[in-house]
């Protein structure tokens, strides 16, 4: 769990420099707005990725425990540092309304990650979820 928070803080942090650095004037061209929408599915995923290659056998409601738990830390991290970057550059503005959206965005993109994480892992174990007992239909798991 500890490792959870530490990916998710590095996945806000990255995603927040990826876009202070898009918003600097004059020095590089990118599309800042893209680059925040696309960055946070495609990190959360390599890092539930990597965390499953780490831990070997994991099911998919374990693997979107893990996914909830580094969007909710990246995106108060990425929301901290988006607010911060809106307030030094136009301090009229205030920080709230930009940190409710940065962190309401991180969110429903980051979830995007965790879904296609959790389909990943469907396609990779070619389970979901469920275990087979010799000549029976499938059966959910116990998770008592």
């Keep these: 769990m500890k490792s959870w928070v530490l990916f998710g803080v590095i996945v806000g942090s990255v995603c927040s420099v990826l876009s202070w650095a898009g918003n600097i004037p004059g020095r590089l061209s990118v599309f800042p707005d893209l680059i925040s929408l696309l960055t946070p599915p495609l990190l959360v995923f390599l890092s539930l990725q990597l965390i499953a290659i780490r831990l070997g056998a994991w099911s998919r409601a374990t693997m979107r425990r893990a996914g909830s738990v580094i969007v ?10 988006h607010a911060w970057m809106i307030w030094l550059r136009l301090p009229a503005l205030g920080s709230a309304t930009p940190f409710l959206l940065a962190f309401v965005g991180f969110v429903l ?22 275990e087979r007992q010799p000549n029976t239909p499938l059966q959910p798991t116990s998770h008592a």
Excluded: E, P
Excluded at 109 to 130: E, K, N, P
């Design 72 to 81: 909710g830390t990246g995106a108060m991290s990425f929301a901290v540092g």
């Design 109 to 130: 993109m980051g979830c995007l990650g965790i879904w296609v994480a959790s389909r990943w892992r469907l396609t990779q174990t070619g389970s979901d979820d469920y």
